[in-house]
């Protein structure tokens, strides 16, 4: 794209790529001088043009300046570059419906949910913690929220590819950095607002104003979903310009379930909507999914989907890998994978546990905390396993550069009545509860998901997966498999 395209009274030059990174090479590119946490782009303008940039977008004076290479000053970098790139790329969103999932816990759940449900009806994208999908490509994840210039460019390429929507997971720091100033939405889901990111906002108050910022600057024409049960979740819209359609359980809602049934292996509901009632069937699991099931159902609705058709199609959602995944190698006890990392997640999960386990039986749960992350929620963490699980097992969970033992022991902070043991390496921590395990016991393993990785101190480490070692470790260590003869010795 032409340099003239972008800004007026420049040079007449060809811009191939646009950057933020003055670590990467990308020739002919745009580099914006952004001000970030820890450093500031316009430190870096040198090793920039080095790795080919040829235009420096900034907003403080640049002392040492180069005769062949365009230099615009603006007043607010983060502002141009979300404009830049969304003209760069094309537009993108404005092409596709656009569905943002926001909240604590569900983000996830809802957009893949989202994206399968939708896919007879128009084909969708996700982008989000579990990776970029679309079509046949499959990326690893990055950021839950890319950064603009990745964000716009997947969207380009979604668009490319006959994408006719994407489901976007948008966080709070997505938020509070501007990745998502540039994107068209059409539609805005809030999930819940529960203890996390507290290392990055301070407060819980800083938390909600950042979630509350992609409400208020949602169009007119869009729709903003709130769960009006979460105690934020009336405040959360009340400044939006969108309309505003609720779903709840607890009170009087758009979109309102009632006469829960809720089973080891599924949900039952009544669904009222608009006056209408509808049965809902559903092989979603616990009681939080139904608060998730009810957003994707008002989303899909609202947006032109036939309740008949959704009613159909949620009678047996695909496994969302890692998010409350039941392991079944046709052990006779119950084994969940999920991804909670938060106190409220972490409590969720617990309570359908406890729902599925005999009295009779132990709740086994195998977790950690990660290093250099929200450090307060640790004993949290600890005192709820304590309400509710027999056994616990304290492990590693991206510990960076902490010391696994000194995170484990301050979650112990908050176990005063559960016995506990620490095993730091996870894999060996997961075996345990399986040798442990009894007949209609629940293992609960928590924290990563489907994440095939463990962050140290040097960067990402390969990882099997949580699903993959319970699997691993059940044949192995449970049925006792003779792999050499392929028996199974009980």
Do not use: W
């Not at 640049?62 to 603006?74: F, N, P, R, W």
């Not at 939405?185 to 290392?199: E, K, Q, R």
């Not at 769960?227 to 758009?254: C, F, L, S």
């Amino acid at each position: 794209m032409k340099l003239n395209e972008l800004f007026d009274n420049v040079k007449d030059i060809e811009i191939d790529n646009l950057m933020a990174d003055s670590r990467k090479k990308r020739k002919n590119s745009m580099f914006f001088c952004v001000k970030g946490m820890m450093f500031d782009g316009h430190n870096f303008v040198e090793q920039a043009i080095e790795n080919g940039a040829i235009v420096i977008v900034h907003s403080d004076d640049i002392s040492q300046k180069h005769k062949d290479i365009t230099y615009i000053k603006v007043k607010d970098v983060l502002k141009v570059y979300n404009q830049v790139a969304d003209y760069f790329y094309g537009q993108p969103s404005k092409k596709l419906l656009m569905y943002g999932v926001t909240g604590t816990n569900g983000k996830t759940s809802i957009a893949t949910m989202i994206k399968q449900l939708l896919a007879d009806k128009a084909p969708c994208g996700y982008i989000g913690t579990i990776g970029i999908e679309y079509g046949n490509v499959r990326l690893d994840p990055t950021l839950t929220t890319p950064e603009i210039d990745l964000l716009q460019s997947t969207l380009q390429e979604m668009c490319e590819a006959n994408m006719k929507a994407c489901a976007l997971e948008v966080s709070s720091i997505g938020i509070e950095q501007h990745r998502v100033d540039g994107i068209d939405f059409d539609v805005a889901i809030f999930t819940n607002l529960t203890h996390d990111h507290l290392d990055y906002h301070g407060t819980m108050e800083n938390y909600f104003n950042a979630k509350k910022k992609f409400f208020d600057n949602l169009k007119s024409t869009a729709i903003a979903i709130t769960n009006i049960d979460d105690e934020h979740g009336a405040k959360m819209v009340e400044d939006t310009k969108a309309r505003v359609v609720t779903v709840g359980i607890n009170q009087r809602a758009d979109y309102q379930a009632i006469s829960l049934q809720i089973k080891k292996d599924g949900i039952i509901f009544t669904l009222r909507c608009y006056g209408t009632e509808y049965r809902i069937q559903t092989n979603l699991v616990a009681m939080f999914n139904i608060y998730n099931l009810l957003e994707v159902i008002a989303a899909l609705h609202e947006t032109g989907m036939e309740m008949e058709q959704i009613i159909a199609k949620v009678n047996h959602i695909e496994q969302i890998k890692g998010r409350m995944e039941r392991i079944d190698e046709g052990q006779p006890f119950n084994v969940v994978v999920d991804f909670a990392h938060t106190p409220d997640g972490i409590a969720q999960v617990c309570e359908y546990a406890a729902k599925i386990t005999p009295k009779e039986n132990r709740i086994i749960a195998v977790f950690g905390s990660a290093g250099k992350r929200d450090i307060k929620k640790r004993p949290i963490f600890g005192e709820i396993a304590d309400n509710y699980c027999d056994m616990i097992i304290l492990t590693e969970d991206d510990p960076r550069d902490e010391e696994v033992i000194d995170i484990a022991n301050q979650i112990a902070q908050g176990i005063k009545k559960t016995n506990y043991i620490i095993i730091e390496d996870r894999y060996d921590a997961i075996r345990q509860a399986i040798e442990m395990v009894n007949m209609n016991d629940t293992i609960l393993i928590l924290g990563k998901g489907d994440e095939d990785f463990i962050y140290r101190d040097y960067g990402k480490e390969k990882y099997m997966g949580d699903d993959k070692v319970a699997r691993a470790c059940i044949h192995k260590y449970y049925f006792q498999e003779d792999k050499e003869n392929d028996e199974q010795v009980y």
